[in-house]
Structures are given as C-alpha cells and as structure tokens.
C-alpha cells in the first residue's frame, strides 16, 4: 500500500527481531537492547559497527518508550517503513505459472490478526499475502511485526485498488475461494477445489473481516465457498484462528 512518508517502524520482540537480524540486517537503521539481550546479540552489533550503524544498551524503560509497547521483550530494532507494492499483471502470471497458493484478506482491520495470519502463512508455506488499498485494512505496524514472531521476513505483501476488479481479472486463471459461515462445503473440500479434474490450479484463499466475514460483492466473485465446520456453541473464530486452520488444510492439497 501506498506511504503518506519516509518513515521508520519500530520491530520489538525477541522473535521478530532474531529472525530480522538472521535474514535481513541490512535492513536495521538502529537498535536497543537491555542488558540481558547483549550477549546473544553480540555478532549483530559487530556488523552493525561495521557498517557504521548505531547500537546502543539502554533501560527497559527506554525500549518502551521507543517501541511504544511493554511488549518489545529487550529488543527494539528500527527499519525503513515497509512499502507494499502493488500487485502487477505480470505477478499475477507468475502466480499461475507456479501454481501459488494465496490469501486475500478483505479488510482485516486488526493488525494483530494482520501479523498473526502472516505468521500462520509463513509456517505453512504460504508466500504471498493481497490485501486491498482501504484505510479499514490494517497495513504493517509494529504490533503486527511482533506478533507475526518473524513471519514477516518469509512473506509478501501486496495490494490493489479495486478488489472486485482484480477477482474479476483472474476469474479461470485463479481459483477464487471464500471463506462463508453458511457455505455448504466443508474445507476439507478444498483438495478437490484446487485440483479440478485432478489438475492442481493457483488458488486463492479469501478471509473476511473481524464483524461481517467478507462482503456479498466479494463473495459473488468466489468461484466456490466453504467453512469450517464447528459445534454448535460458538458461531465462528476469530480470523486469524481460522486462518490457521484453513491454511493447513490448504497446505494438504
């Protein structure tokens, strides 16, 4: 998604930020540590002085006011603000020469759930993540850096500007999958969605948001819908649970 400036993103967390430090430190402008963190992090802050970028031990008090979190776990390092770009014909193609498995989430406005479902893509494989360009979606913040625990590092992110001209673009290219509470197919049907007549397609995994699930005019571009199935109980889970487990079960076809 487009950025208003040059800023720069607070990543705390000691999982978010070991894996940054493992995979991208070319990325870091600046990082704090606590006293307890130093020995562990050592080799980074060798490589920092290298290049010339600052380090410096401070206070849990401090962290917090950097991170703006009680949750940065003695660590905060400092990255350009990341741009998301705009998903091209061109990447499309691609997705459906490798026949990718992706995730649409239609305006997941909470960038918790927004880092907890990059998290479950990244364990399970899933690479590229689409989200549209709504200020109700959430983009990439600092609590979602901290709560996707380095997920971030193993997925892309795009978006578009009309969602229901992009679903209608890659209708037959791309299998469209909506995620429904009154769907009629189960996910354990999305073996055979995805490989019709035993041939394995792109497909596409759609998420709706946190109150209403996904909106009838996405939902009227899906080529099939399907739900978790569930007792009787409680009517639905959150997003990024269920993301969980539809990725899983994707993941299995």
Do not use: W
């Not at 997705?95 to 479902?117: H, P, T």
């Not at 979602?144 to 009309?162: D, I, N, P």
């Amino acid at each position: 998604m487009k950025q208003k400036s040059k800023k720069n993103l607070a990543v705390c967390g000691y999982k978010a930020v070991k894996t940054l430090a493992n995979t991208s430190p070319e990325k870091i402008l600046r990082f704090y540590y606590a006293k307890e963190r130093s020995n562990e992090f050592g080799m980074l802050c060798k490589k920092l002085a290298e290049n010339k970028i600052p380090y410096n031990q401070v206070e849990n008090n401090e962290l917090e006011k950097l991170s703006k979190s009680l949750h940065h776990q003695g660590l905060v390092a400092f990255i350009a603000e990341p741009e998301i770009e705009q998903l091209s014909k061109e990447k499309v193609l691609e997705f459906m020469r490798n026949k990718e498995k992706l995730v649409f989430l239609d305006l997941v406005g909470n960038s918790n759930n927004f880092g907890a479902i990059i998290r479950s893509a990244a364990f399970f494989g899933i690479r590229h993540i689409i989200i549209p360009e709504n200020e109700k979606q959430a983009s990439i913040a600092t609590s979602t850096y901290r709560v996707a625990q380095g997920g971030m590092e193993f997925v892309s992110l795009y978006f578009v500007k009309t969602p229901e001209f992009f679903l209608q673009d890659i209708a037959g290219k791309i299998i469209r999958i909506g995620t429904d509470l009154e769907a009629k197919k189960s996910i354990s049907h999305l073996s055979t969605i995805c490989a019709p007549q035993g041939e394995k397609k792109a497909s596409l995994i759609i998420l709706g948001n946190e109150e209403e699930g996904i909106s009838p005019q996405i939902k009227n571009l899906c080529d099939e819908l399907v739900k978790i199935p569930g007792g009787k109980n409680m009517q639905s889970l959150n997003v990024a649970q269920a993301a969980s487990i539809i990725f899983y079960e994707l993941t299995r076809t």
